[in-house]
């Protein structure tokens, strides 16, 4: 009846107009990407929708910190060519920008890349105070590795995103992560459920969900599950009937929906995060 992901933008963006073009509405805990929402993009995505934060908001968020608490006037930005690092990167660059700072590189690595010495030691003759790299975990990992022992960038502050925001990049990384930022769904925003949902996680699978996105994907699920009780129909023979244009309907009509991660609004893009809480809070890493 509907799906729920993809777990990336980059899958999203050719994959959610596949399905939709089968009758199928998705909705991604995870898509941050700006573009997936944007007013501009095409009928062919009008059965997407998100419950996850749409990255101008945690690109600005980023940036914000960096001048604000951190006082950094000159950073760097790394993305690997995905729509979700170069938009996220972009909209922290302009935020940065806006706000008097100054973006000294504006570089890219590729995936699979693990040298990554040639990049830094090019970003490392603007004389960043900062390198924002919202990518994934192993070149994150490669990059944090390597860029102390870069001249010039020994002291540099680093900064990732929710992509790299796993128990995984501390494998990737090691003790190199100590020190660094990142910016993730911000867990102490989220509704009074929250917590009765994190023990019964607990004594069901007797771990704490480890992924970021865990509570956006708890509210994607139950998002469906209250439009499928909405438009479901049985019919005289026993069986149920769910319209498929019904059910984005009702999925696109969805208004103060109490999720954990707050109260959920969809717009007619289909962004649904809480617009009333932070969705985004850096953190550092200990």
Known sequence: MAAIGSNCSSEARPGAPILWKAGIA???PSNTAPILTDPKRGPE???????????????????????????IKKAATVHDGSPYAEQLAAVFAETFKKLGGTITASEAVGPGDTDM?????????????????PIFVAEGGFI??????????EKVYLMGADGIFSPDFYKAAGEAAIGMFHSSPDFSAFAAGYKDFLAK???????KPIAPFHAHGYDAAMMIFAAIKKVAKTA??????????????????????KGLTGN???????????????????????
């Open 201 to 207: 996680h607990q004594k069901k699978y007797g771990e």
């Open 236 to 257: 005289p023979d026993g069986s149920l009937c769910i319209g498929r244009k019904a059910l984005r309907d009702a999925l696109f009509a969805t208004k103060n929906f």
């Open 144 to 153: 944090t590795r390597q860029v102390k022992e870069v001249a010039g960038l």
């Open 264 to 286: 959920l609004t969809c717009n007619e893009f289909g962004d649904c995060a809480d617009r009333e809480s932070p969705s985004t809070s850096p953190r550092r890493i200990t």
């Open 117 to 133: 010495r040639p990049v830094l030691t090019k970003i490392a003759t603007g004389k960043p105070e900062l390198i924002y790299y």
């Open 26 to 28: 998705t909705v991604s």
């Open 45 to 71: 995505y009008g059965g997407y929708l998100r419950t996850a934060h749409n990255d101008k908001v945690q690109g600005a968020v980023a940036a914000e910190f960096a001048i604000k608490k951190l006082n």
